[in-house]
């Protein structure tokens, strides 16, 4: 049979079949990558008329760096920081430091001040971070509703319904979070829920995700928020008090926000498009923001 | 006025060129002398005045010339010159049937007679012969046409074992694939691994990937035109074979000889009837009364062809592919009967009638309708009858899309004469799409659900075309100018697009030849996909509103010549530059529904530029190509235009920015009965985006208000990273033998010939550290690659009658 004369090729062929599943199918690969250069990270989000100003220091480490694994219980601080906040270009106040990487500052900003803030964090060994904020004007709530079972979700379900009315101010760009905190009895105490206990309970399209809003469909006019409430711990009862709270926020800490629960939805599926998680330091990572002041209205049960 | 009058002059002076000497025309078809199959560029020249033209799409040629002697030579790759002379006095039809030179011991075409790649005035176009795709080795010895597209330059393969073609910077969607002039919407079975192409019915592919005559739109990147066969005229022929995954029959011949022919074309995989009893057999001994397994997927190509006197032709033809999966089980017990079923089911329905029309022997008109579908369904159901009490729960799930389109078109051939070649024509499509909906449906102790995610609407556009274009031939220089208009309605707006071509061709001495083209295309539709696999629920979808249509403009130049005359040589480069071009949003993932399709997808800028080298040897014992890309294919998503950014607004490589594309392919005939084919391809590792940096933030906890560090695991930058390179050899060695009534051939492969594990993927992962140091971590992060073929021999029979 002429078969034969290329059995050669056959027997090539079935011999390099004979390799090792595991170590064929999901190797561990070595990727040209340039060494990891660590960065100072920065976590700072201020409030006006709060007592204190807080500000977190960390650093990055490199993906496979084992250091970068099991770090949730302790902070890796760094040593010789400076935490320094500038007001109009002009040093307003220094950090001191705390415990777990946190310095702080005794100094309050006001509220509606339209100075300009930056935020500069230096240590040695590394590139010094810099942000730039201003503080977001107060837009009060102007009326605020409990309607029980009173709205409709996606998927036809009746569910209770808080109403935000507010008037957004004219030609500006304007972002807003809203926020409620369940105050409910355990025994013979009273506990806080959370605050992040609202969603939207509609979709409103490019407006904005999860309890945050941009005013890009309602610039300088009156608006009406719907949420829905999300608590985990059932119906409120007789004697809890809901706070429902209105903030303007900064437009840098609406896309830090909206990128990081785009991460975390999507962090462990495969399918999802990798997210590049925003910031607004120069150098660094994390975010510096500065919110405006917040309305409440308070709902007794 | 004096311009106006210069104009008048110059026309007048050309139309006295024109026309000074008395002309007559010759017309007619080119065909196979043993078949009658029409064929498609093959060149009609007259050596005595070095002028001639190639046969359209069904064959046609027409050549007018002065009165006097003329001297015919027609050719055609693979076939033996022809040749003619007469004195030409008068209108003369001539229908040349030429021999195939496979059986001749050697084959003698003089290069100078031959359609040489220097005198074709269309750049960026390459046609391969199906029988040259039938050698190059397949995956498991399935024939592949897309496969085989992918080892030109220029092209690019997606990921490892799929058939998506990257043209030029492009991504699959814009491709126009064409399947006897319709629209073939999915091209793939088992999620890419296979195309719905099958090679026996298939007569001819060309790829056409810049410089774009105006006859063609409606995609960016490229347009794939696969000619079904018309039919045997003369006697019936058949073909067909049994491979390792599936089985095929191809059947043609004279319905009326010489009049009218058929072709049909059947192929089925047929791994369900092997797994179906096993899989029954285990299901019996769990105590499943009822098992049923659907797993395979068939196509099935058909068509007639009529011709009706010598002017008149009728063609109808069609296709219809589909992938069936599903399985159900029934379990039955003293309490209750559970029914439980799934599946997915995807495919395409085409069908295609032309009507070609001779209206004089100087212009040629043909007119086609046609209907294009493509479904995906995707389901589960459950069915629980409760014996005490009685009671029944009931569940169902099912999600369904689609696009469909009904076209109609007339196009027309003009040859005034042997300096101009006119053609124009007009056109319409009507799409309806329908964009996916999961429609679920249950009923649990009484309560009843009925909802549907995603959109149920159907959408619907029109999509008119008209072109004109000339190619012509002043000395020299040959060009082709034309302008291709289109224009696509939305529900509120409507789109139009004025699309200018150009393409010229300078013979600059020696046999070598400068060519250059400019075409700008406009694309209406869109598919909805990830970036690294094509699924069967990737989505069509139209611009809209708020979607604009995907615009680009392509600049190429190069030249060619053809060495001796067995070798061809061409080197082309290109700049493409598109706008508009769709992406998933950072985090969206393309099996999510709970968004309506526009809020998911954000619209940005591309650009591509490299420079391709190609060298064929298409006659001979030996024969094959080398190919080589040097690319750069780069996506920018800005957030203008009130669209997300991604990647913070900058420029970001594309995943198959690749450097480096290299293809050989070689074909060797040892015998006149054994042959063996070697492919081998080399591709700079696709772009890819990793986590490289990781920090912890405090964090509110959602569920307790404690503060606490999260871990934030993120990437750099989008795509700065590179899989390793991917390279592969294959090899088919071919045994064929002529038998009484039949040629048999035997064929024997193999895929990934020395086992190159290639990146199929790369994800983040993590691996243990044997023995770690008190206190020291016991894993660590590490990049993990998926590979999915190993060498993968294949064995096939084939026979032809």
Known sequence: MKLIKYNWLILLI???????????????????????????????????????????????????????????????????????????????????SAKNGYYTSGQTIPLNDHSTYRLQVSAPNFETVTAVQTVPSLVPIVKATFVSQGGVDAFGGKVDLYTIEFNDPANEENFYQAEATWKYQFGANSWDSTTYALTHLASTGDNGNETMLIDKAFNGKTYKWLLQPYFSRGQPQVGDTITVRLQPIAKDRYLYNKSYTLYSDSRDNPFAEPVLLYTNLQKGYGYFTISGGSTKKRFVF | MKQLFIILILVFQVLKSLYAQKTYTISGYVEDAASAEKLISAAVFDKKRSSG?????????????????????????????????????????????????????????????????????????????????KKIPALMGEVDVLKALQLLPGVQSGGEGQNGLYVRGGSPDQNLILLDGVPVYNVSHIGGFFSVFNGDAIKNVTLTKGGFPARYGGRLSSIIEI????????????????????????????????????????????????????????????????????????????????????????????YNGQDIFGIGTTFTNTQAATTTSGGTDWGNLTTAFRW??????????????????????????????????????????????????????????YVPNTKHRIRFGVGGTYHTYNPGAFVIKGSFDNINIDTTLGSINKAYSFEPTLYAEDEMQLGALKANIGLHASGFNTKKTFYTSLQPRLGVNYLLGKGWVLKGSFATMTQYINLLTNESVGLPSDLWVPSTDKIRPQRSWQVAIGTAKTLGNEYELSIEAYYKKMDNVISYKEGISFLGLENDWESKITQGKGRAYGIEFFVQKKEGNTTGW?????????????????????????????????????????????????????????????????????????????WSNYIRQFETATVGEKNIYRMPNYHRLDINLEFSKQKKNYERKWSIGAYNAYNRANPYTIMNGTKSIPNPAPGS?????????????????????????
Not at chain 2, 230 to 255: F, K
Not at chain 2, 676 to 699: D, E, I, R, S
């Open chain 2, 227 to 318: 000619d079904m066969k018309e039919g045997n005229m003369n006697e019936l022929h058949g073909e067909g074979g049994i491979g390792l995954i599936a089985s095929r029959l191809t059947l043609e011949g004279p319905i009326v000889k010489d009049k009218a022919s058929f072709m049909i074309s059947g192929r089925r995989t047929y791994i369900d009837l092997f797994m179906r009893p096993l899989l029954k057999s285990a299901a019996s001994s769990d105590g499943v009364s009822n098992f049923d397994l659907k797993l395979h997927f068939y196509d099935l190509n058909a068509k007639v062809n009529y011709k009706i006197n010598d002017k008149h032709r009728l063609f109808l033809s069609a």
């Open chain 2, 356 to 413: 070609n029309y001779l209206i004089s022997n100087k212009l040629f008109s043909n007119t086609t309708l046609t209907y294009s579908s493509y479904n995906f369904t995707f389901g589960s159901a459950f069915d629980e009858k409760i014996t005490t009490p009685p009671a029944t729960n009931a569940f169902s799930a099912k999600y369904l899309s689609g696009i469909k389109d009904v076209a109609g078109k007339i196009d027309f051939d």
């Open chain 1, 14 to 96: 079935f011999s390099l079949m004979a390799c090792d599943p595991e170590e064929f199918f999901s190797p561990v690969v070595e990727l040209d990558i340039p060494p990891h250069t660590s960065k100072l990270v920065v976590a700072a989000d201020f409030e006006p008329n709060s007592d204190s100003l807080r500000v977190f220091v960390s650093k990055s480490y490199g993906f496979l760096d084992p250091k970068s694994l099991n770090r949730w219980d302790r902070v890796d601080t760094v040593s010789g920081v400076q935490v320094q906040l500038f007001k109009n270009d002009v040093l307003w106040t220094t950090f001191t």
């Open chain 2, 777 to 801: 971590p016991s894993y660590q992060n590490v990049y993990r690659q998926f590979s999915l073929f190993p060498i993968i021999p294949s064995v096939a029979y084939s026979f032809k009658f």
């Open chain 2, 53 to 133: 033209m190639v046969t359209n799409t069904y064959g046609f040629y027409s050549l007018t010339l002065p009165k006097g002697e003329v001297d015919l030579a027609i050719t055609y790759v693979g076939y033996e010159l022809q040749e003619l002379n007469f004195n030409l006095k008068k209108d003369t039809t001539i229908h040349f049937k030429l021999k195939s030179s496979v059986t001749m011991q050697e084959v003698v075409v003089s290069a100078k007679k031959k359609d040489r790649i220097e005198e074709q005035v269309q750049m960026s176009r390459v046609t391969i012969p199906i029988d040259q795709i």
């Open chain 2, 626 to 702: 080398i190919g080589y890309t040097l690319s750069w294919n780069k996506r920018q998503f800005d957030g203008s235009n009130g669209n997300e950014p991604i990647n913070a607004g900058l420029e970001y490589p594309f995943r198959y920015d690749r450097r480096n594309d290299i293809s050989v392919v070689v074909s060797h005939k040892f015998t006149k009965k054994t042959s063996l084919t070697a492919a081998w391809v080399f591709g700079t590792g696709n772009a890819v985006t990793l986590n490289n940096v990781v920090y912890y933030l405090p964090q509110k906890d959602m």
